[in-house]
């Protein structure tokens, strides 16, 4: 069993900064892929940015390029994504998520484990 818990979301000004965790429970996190998703209110669940089992390759979605940041720690089974120069449109629950491949699938049906999802809400 696969467990994803996501912290650190909240309120904060357009302009400013989150740093969110992501933490998972279970030997399989240092041969997963590991994503971040978010989903607005009224809208699909869209791809934000993924890494790759070592941590050495990422990618991200247009949007978000030169201000979030992808990270993981496969000693402490931890990925973050630092959030700066945040924007209200950035405004949604975030998801972490694991694929149990290889690939830097943007795909949300490629996931395999899915946390609860933490909110970031960014006021004007």
């Known amino acids: 069993q696969v467990q994803l818990v996501e912290s650190g979301g909240g309120l904060v000004q357009a302009g400013g900064s989150l740093r969110l965790s992501c933490a998972v429970a279970?030997?399989?996190?240092?041969?997963?892929?590991m994503a971040w998703f978010r989903q607005a209110p009224g809208k699909e669940r869209e791809f934000v940015a993924v890494i790759s089992r070592s941590g050495g390759s990422t990618a991200y979605t247009d949007s978000v390029k030169g201000r979030f940041t992808i990270s993981r720690d496969n000693a402490k089974n931890t990925v973050n994504l630092q959030m700066n120069t945040l924007k209200p449109e950035d405004t949604a629950a975030y998801y972490c998520?694991?694929?149990?491949?290889?690939?830097?699938?943007?795909?949300?049906?490629?996931?395999?484990?899915w946390g609860q999802g933490t909110q970031v809400t960014v006021s004007s």
């Open positions: 998520a694991a694929y149990l491949g290889t690939i830097l699938t943007r795909r949300l049906y490629d996931y395999n484990y």
């Open positions: 279970g030997r399989t996190f240092s041969t997963s892929v």
